[in-house]
């Protein structure tokens, strides 16, 4: 997945159209980047993200949109489920997992940081802080069960996941609506597994 | 956090172009975050400070807990929008390390500009988040004493200043703090 720069017509227009009523939040074409990504669960909505480089640290907002529309990246799933409602979402045993990794990296849970970790020893050395990381939506974990309710549409993954900083064997449900569960099953132990 | 549980979490997403991005819960945040700090030794001296100076403060929602300064008088904190998943410890750090980033140039530490690529433009970028670490390390040691809760401290450690805080806590002075500092973020 590469993130695309937008010219600086195009970055000009999503300032105006994402630019806070309030002063405190300024966005210049000159210092600021726009970029986009195409998410392979979404047919017409991109992921953009405005960054101002002239703060120190930089500051950036992130935003799903048709190009037209602009959902603000809140820290709760609710921007999704918009989207999912109403531009739908393609939930299928391809794009399940880069659903997940997305999930996880936009939304804020009370049970606080969960990663789809590439392994259990991942969790030894993984970085929560490295947006990069985070953000390889297209990572796989290893070992990895995906199944499907043909009835319902709900997939089921089994994974091992950073849950809370511990590395965890989880059960996740995705409803064909988009909605995600998550199930701590066991404690994992790194390279013992 | 705290009041902030209360009938939370389930906020309708926001559509940009008609919106200011405010936290609903932008006062209890504020609350919480100042009552915290008022607990502790440096974050009294912090609001103190911030109160003398009259420096505003703004919550808008994001994806993680972070501050944002603008101009030379305001603050603005960035909370997700649940805050069942916000560690009200976190949330009051970043408001300390917010006001110190205000009260640098006060303190002789000038405003770095980014993209100022000259050696005192490098210097100052330096300086300054040489001091915004610290501060955190400071703020994240008396609450620490304060609670004897690791959580914060494991924050710390996971953004890679474990050794800067310990450090800190063992009273090397502001040289070797420094010296550890700039090895630490070189080796990134």
Known sequence: MIWHRLDREKTVSMIARVKPTTQSITFSPATSEAKCLKLPFYETFLLYRL???????????????????????????????????????????ETVIPYLNFYYCFVRLPEGEIILLKSPEEAAIIDLYDEDRR?????????????????????????????????????????????VTTTPKRMLTMGLN | MNDMLKEFGDSHAQMAGSIDYQHPQAQII????????????????????AQEKGIKYQVITGKVPDFHISGSDLLVLVCPANTKAVDLDEMACNMGMGIRALEQPYIGIPRPHPGNNTPEGIHAV???????????????????????????????????????????????????????????????
């Not at chain 2, 504020?30 to 400070?49: I, S, T, V, W």
């Open chain 1, 51 to 93: 960054t101002n480089f002239s703060s120190l640290p930089t500051f950036s907002m992130d935003f799903l949109s048709d190009g037209d529309t602009y959902f603000y990246m809140d820290g709760s799933d609710a921007p999704i489920q918009k989207i999912n409602a109403q531009a739908g979402l393609k939930i299928s045993k």
């Open chain 1, 135 to 179: 953000e390889e939506f297209g990572a796989v974990p290893t070992p990895i069960d995906i199944a499907e309710d043909t009835q319902t549409g709900t997939f089921s993954v089994t994974a091992p996941v950073l849950y809370d900083g511990s590395p965890m064997e989880a059960v996740i449900t995705v409803t064909k609506d988009g909605r």
């Open chain 2, 30 to 49: 504020l609350d919480e975050c100042q009552g915290m700090l008022g607990k502790l030794p440096e974050g009294k001296r912090l609001l103190d400070f």
């Open chain 2, 126 to 188: 330096r300086r300054h988040f040489l001091d915004i670490t610290i501060e955190m390390c400071k703020i994240v040691s008396e609450i620490y004493d304060m609670d004897n809760k690791s959580k914060i401290v494991d924050l710390l450690d996971k953004l890679g200043h474990r050794e800067l805080y310990e450090a800190y806590r063992s009273g090397k002075s502001k040289e070797e703090m420094a010296d550890i500092y700039f090895k630490s973020v070189n080796a990134v």
